[in-house]
């Protein structure tokens, strides 16, 4: 039997990323040949990934990144089978080698990341090996991508939800975070009530009506109510005008008037896991 030697060991963990004694493994089945431990690990990942192909993945990370002039920006969703591998840190490490492959390449959509490659293996290819390593499921599964002047990313402390806001000027960095938090926190439907999507307003007018009726309100009064309930939903749902978080006599736009009174908020991505 071929004398397995831990600098070797550590070689095929640092390639591969599997574990010491996966890894130790290998290279004593391939009586020391590294060429064919690494085979070994990969043709193992390849079927605890095939045999797991079919299995629900909806833990996992969602991670915010810019680049470095702060202009661009992502979220990335890697999904697992479980919040043990979704705390695990090569799991979370990952995760962000894929936000930064998203962002240095500056991607327009999911399948645009998917086309790129790592080390000269497709991204498929990378996922499925990184889903032996790990032993579940993993899946790529969104991405969301934002540009403006200011870029300023937050990740929440369990990395299942992340947002990136876009202001329209430099500003204090923690400005930006502030209204990232908000975002993160509060979950607008839109910037102002001038980007609520037409099938949203006509939603909450419906509502609005239906529960004056309820209520026994005249039917001549029914629009008048409905229109005056679509404010209070404009005020609660659209950032701008949502009540700031961390001083709440004030509106989202007010508190960035009180800063600069040319600054606000251009645009915002956010993706939280189960939420």
């Not at 591969?16 to 290998?26: F, S, V």
């Not at 993160?184 to 009506?209: F, Q």
């Not at 008048?224 to 950032?239: D, R, S, V």
């Amino acid at each position: 039997m071929a004398q397995i030697k831990a600098s070797d060991v550590g070689k095929l963990r640092k390639m591969t990323g599997a574990g010491m004694m996966d890894c130790k493994k290998a290279l004593s089945e391939a009586e020391g040949d590294f060429d064919q431990a690494v085979k070994l690990i990969r043709e193992r990942g390849q079927a605890i990934a095939n045999k797991r192909a079919d299995r629900e993945a909806t833990e996992g990370a969602a991670i915010a990144k810019v680049t470095a002039d702060g202009k661009f920006g992502v979220i990335i969703v890697l999904n697992c089978e479980t919040d043990f591998v979704a705390k695990n840190e090569d799991f979370l490490a990952f995760a962000n080698q894929l936000a930064d492959l998203a962002v240095e390449n500056k991607v327009a959509d999911l399948d645009a990341l998917k086309a790129l490659s790592i080390d000269g293996k497709d991204l498929a290819t990378v996922i499925m090996e990184k889903s032996g390593v790990v032993g579940e499921k993993l899946d790529l599964s969104q991405l969301k991508v934002i540009e403006g002047e200011m870029l300023v990313p937050y990740i929440h402390g369990n990395s299942k939800l992340s947002t990136v806001i876009a202001l329209n000027k430099a500003a204090d960095l923690q400005v930006g975070k502030d209204v990232a938090m908000q975002v993160a926190a509060m979950n607008p439907v839109s910037l102002s009530k001038d980007d609520v999507p037409a099938d949203v307003v006509e939603r909450e007018l419906e509502i609005g009506k239906e529960q004056a009726r309820n209520e026994g309100k005249p039917e001549a009064m029914l629009d008048k109510i409905a229109q005056g309930k679509l404010g209070k939903f404009f005020k609660e749902n659209t950032l701008l005008s949502q009540a700031f978080v961390k001083e709440g006599k004030m509106s989202v736009e007010n508190y960035l008037k009180s800063v600069d009174a040319d600054l606000t908020v251009t645009g915002f991505i956010r993706i939280g896991l189960n939420a």
